[in-house]
Structures are given as C-alpha cells and as structure tokens.
C-alpha cells in the first residue's frame, strides 16, 4: 500500500497539519523537518513533482546547453543522465547554442528567470567569453558542469574523456602496423579536446622517433561535412596517407562517406581507426577500429554530481572527473610495410 500523510504523522507524532503543510512546501521547526524529512525516506513516500517543488523550493528541472542537437555522442550522454536524473524525479530542458556564443549568452540569461536547479553545458571548443554570465548561477549555487570540453577561465566541475591517451593509443596501434604517413583530423583548435587529441598523435611520433608532418594534419569543427572535405582537400594534394585518423564520431562518418563516393577499399587501399562507437558504427564493413568513449558513464556521473551539488555537498568543488576510454580492434587497419 501507498504511504500517506497519516502514515508520516503517526511515524513522527508530528500533526496532520504540520505533516500537511510541509509537504507544501511551508516552513516548519528545524527538529520538525529533520524527523519528516527521515520519516518521508525511511517510509519511501512519493511525492508528486508539484508538492516536491514546493516543499524544497526547486524547479525539478536541469537546463542542459548543446553546440548541435543532432550529434550521436552528446544524445548519448544526455540520454544516460535523463534516466539517472528520473530516479530524482528531475527533468531535463535541452537548447541548442549553434555554436553561436551570442545566441548562447541569450540562452544563459533565458534560464536565469527559468529557476533551474543546475546547468550542464557542453561547450564544443567555444568561442567567445560567457564566464560572467555562468559565474552568475555557481554565485547563486546552482551547478554548472562542463562536459566533454572546458570553458576558458571557468573554474567548474567537468567531466571528460582521457582524450591525450586516446589519441596517443590509436596512433601508437597505427604506427605498429607499420604505417607513417597519418592523416589526422583534429577538432577545433579553440577545443581543449581537439587540442589534447593532438598532442596525443604527436607526442605518439616522438615517442617512436618518426618525423611529423603538419601538412598531414587538418583542423575542422568536429563535423561530417568538415571531416568529409578535409578528408578531399588530403586525397586531392597527391601522395595520400596510408592511414587516416578522424578524431570525432561525426568526422569519422563524413571521411567514411567520402571513401564510398570515391570507392576506396578498406583497408587494402586506406587504413581508418574511428572515433566512438554507436548503431552506424556496428552497420560499416569491415568493422571499425575505434576509440570508444563512456557515454554512458558520463551521462550517470554528471547526474550523480548534480543532485550532490543541489543537495548542498559542495566541499570537493571544482571536481574534474577524466574517465578512461577503451580501443575497439575490429578489420579497418591493415598491417603495411614501412614506406
């Protein structure tokens, strides 16, 4: 049977009333609430969203702030934490920034008058200062986590991928098959991630004394147009790469659509280590060699530190949570001799 109100009283030896009125969200003794707020969780009542907004004084509701709605890898993530936040009886408010820092600023100050409980962002290499205006919600506590990337000069909780160790890995297994000239694919330069991809890949080189190439390095925007074209603008200069490393779910597809409109043959002609692993991925023959990241894991703990920090649990802040990823060997990678 469901607990009731006269099931807290009698627990407690608290009135009715008083039970009643707490529950909507009046202010009572400071000993009253702690005996109903013990009562209430020893005796597993469920408040509906509207009496618990009343009685803590929250929206129920976590603002989460995306660059572009339709990427795999941030859905994946934001699908993990709605159902982890669900448990909380939290829901989630999704905007898209465009990457337009701009239209960012507008969205920040939307949600101040929207009474959010907490903000997770995920920044995409942005460009362009919203400090101030994120300070705006940790001054008022509310929590503000950044994932997959950082903001410039904001000190907040984040929480990543090792994307140095990534890089470095795929590198590392690339040139063990023997190959040397890689072409790397490598975010945006205004990305903590697509900087520390980079100095994987070339901290992978020095460690095996092969020279580097910069020319064999393309700066795009993490999209599948972007990576499909600087993928074309490598072919098309002569003397391809043996091997090609997209450093992005969305780039690893726009190179993989242009191998098939050129009818390159993997890996007998081009050689592709894949970044993230989702439903398309499983679909593509042979299968990819990859680095898969855990979205899922990321999606649970951005939940978890949420509700610490709403919760009042503040004394580790800023915590910088760097989970590690893991190498899908699959038959995208051949071996070669050394050209």
């Not at 572009?68 to 989630?92: C, G, K, P, T, W």
């Not at 991809?197 to 080189?205: E, L, Q, S, T, V």
């Not at 925007?221 to 043996?242: Q, V, Y």
Request: hydrophobic fraction near 40%; aromatic fraction near 8%; charge should be negative.
């Amino acid at each position: 049977m469901s607990v009731t109100l006269r099931d807290i009283a009698e627990r407690t030896g608290v009135s009715l009333g008083t039970v009643s009125r707490f529950i909507n969200g009046e202010t009572v003794r400071k000993n009253t609430r702690e005996k109903l707020e013990k009562a209430i969780d020893d005796l597993g009542y469920e408040e509906n969203i509207v009496t618990r907004a009343r009685r803590t004084g929250q929206s129920m509701t976590i603002a989460v702030i995306v660059s572009e709605i339709n990427v795999e890898f941030f859905m994946s993530i934001i699908e993990a934490m709605d159902d982890a936040l669900r448990d909380h009886q939290y829901s989630i408010l999704l905007c898209n920034f465009h990457r337009d820092p701009n239209l960012l600023k507008q969205r920040l100050s939307e949600l101040r008058h929207r009474s959010i409980d907490g903000l997770v962002l995920f920044p995409s290499g942005l460009e362009g200062d919203v400090v101030s205006e994120l300070k705006e919600f940790l001054n008022e506590r509310k929590p503000v986590i950044v994932i997959d990337d950082k903001v410039h000069g904001l000190d907040t909780d984040s929480i990543t991928s090792d994307n140095y160790h990534a890089a470095f890995s795929a590198t590392e297994y690339l040139i063990n098959h023997g190959h040397r000239r890689i072409a790397f694919l490598a975010g945006r330069k205004s990305s903590y991630v697509g900087m520390d991809r980079y100095r994987g890949c070339r901290d992978a080189f020095d460690t095996y004394d092969i020279p580097w190439d910069e020319s064999m390095v393309r700066w795009a925007d993490f999209s599948a147009k972007k990576g499909s074209a600087c993928f074309n603008e490598l072919i098309a200069a002569g003397n391809p790469p043996t091997a090609i490393f997209p450093m992005s779910y969305d780039m690893t597809m726009g190179v993989l659509l242009s191998i098939v409109n050129m009818q390159i043959t993997i890996p007998d002609e081009l050689s592709i280590f894949g970044f993230d692993n989702f439903a398309v991925s499983e679909a593509i023959s042979p299968g990819l060699t990859l680095i898969e990241q855990p979205t899922e894991r990321i999606g649970r703990l951005a939940a978890e530190l949420l509700i610490e920090r709403i919760q009042g649990r503040w004394k580790d802040f800023p915590r910088e949570t760097v989970l590690k990823t893991k190498m899908v060997i699959k038959k995208s990678v051949a071996a070669i001799q050394e050209r």
